[in-house]
């Protein structure tokens, strides 16, 4: 969700051995599908499908920092043996709104109602295995558990001994 953290998440996560974290805004400001204000979602996620099987081809574990929703992401599969482990992070309504309208450089015209309901959706949102979908409350965390808890879950797929896909 936005301001939640996964600029943060994506820098901390960077430091991981094995892993190429990248951050979603970055990667939309130049996609064309995104830019500009445009919205086809599918054809984005489509795009990081590609980058992210180019990154895995590589030997790095792609993780893409980003807002999405699974079904977004998991319509637009380009390669079905491939799993998908998410990681919501999502707040209560009000600190959603608190957190969007506060953040420095908050872009004027924000929707702020539209991501408030995308984060409603993102909390009840499920996934079937292989996929994983791990769905964190960060209404009460600072930034140092947010880390913490990101770094947690990402170790459990870089580890030495963890089952890679």
């Known amino acids: 969700m936005p301001a939640s953290g996964k600029s943060l998440v994506c820098a901390a996560l960077a430091a991981a ?19 500009d204000g445009r919205r086809d979602y599918l054809a984005f996620w489509a795009y990081l499908w590609q980058l992210g099987l180019e990154i895995q081809d590589n030997g790095l574990i792609p993780v893409l920092c980003g807002v ?7 319509t637009t599969r380009m ?5 998908v482990h998410f990681l919501a992070l999502t707040a209560d309504e009000a600190t959603i709104r608190a957190r969007i309208i506060g953040r420095p450089g908050s ?8 991501h408030v309901a995308l984060n409603e959706e993102l909390r009840q949102s499920r996934v079937g295995a292989p996929d994983t979908l791990t769905v964190l409350d960060t209404t009460s965390w600072d930034r140092e558990a947010t880390v913490a808890a990101a770094q947690e879950w990402c170790a459990a797929f870089t580890a030495p001994d963890a089952a890679l896909q």
């Open 17 to 35: 051995s094995g892993v190429l974290a990248l951050d979603g805004d970055t990667l939309a400001s130049g996609a064309h599908a995104v830019a």
């Open 68 to 74: 999405a929703l699974p079904e977004q992401v998991l």
């Open 107 to 114: 872009r004027k015209g924000i929707d702020v109602d539209r």
């Open 79 to 83: 390669e079905a043996s491939v799993p």
